[in-house]
């Protein structure tokens, strides 16, 4: 009896394990998605856009890229609402505003695609 106590409390915790690995791994998927703006109209001419996103609806910010364009593509977190914002840099460093946040994009795989015609088995 307590040998088979001891099975179920260890098999509980490897499942506990197997579970908590599952959803780490699942947390950190990602995607690409590009992002567009329009260049100042004002100002220094820019050389460089930083890019930057939020997970948690603007409480903090990190870095999402350089581009030297106004579009450029940013790794995001699957499942997660993330805005970005960007602004420009002139060839000495110099760097204007942060622009206003995007509307949230929350990225997903999507629903499967079609499946292929069933056959017969022999």
Known sequence: MIRARIARAA????ALV???????VAQTE???KGVT???PTTGNPVVT?????????GATWSAAGVSTGTAA???IPL?????????GVD????????????????ATRGNPGACGKPGWLP
Not at 18 to 24: E, Q
Not at 49 to 57: H, L
Not at 94 to 102: F, I, L, R, T
């Open 79 to 87: 499942l997660a609402a993330v805005r970005v914002r960007v602004r």
């Open 49 to 57: 856009y930083q890019w930057q996103m939020s997970v948690d609806n």
């Open 18 to 24: 197997a579970l908590a690995a599952f959803v780490v």
């Open 30 to 32: 990602t995607v690409t």
């Open 91 to 106: 060839a000495l460093g110099g760097a204007g505003p942060w622009s206003e946040v995007s509307d949230p994009y929350t």
């Open 11 to 14: 098999l509980a915790a490897v």
């Open 73 to 75: 593509t940013v790794t």
């Open 37 to 39: 703006t329009t260049a």
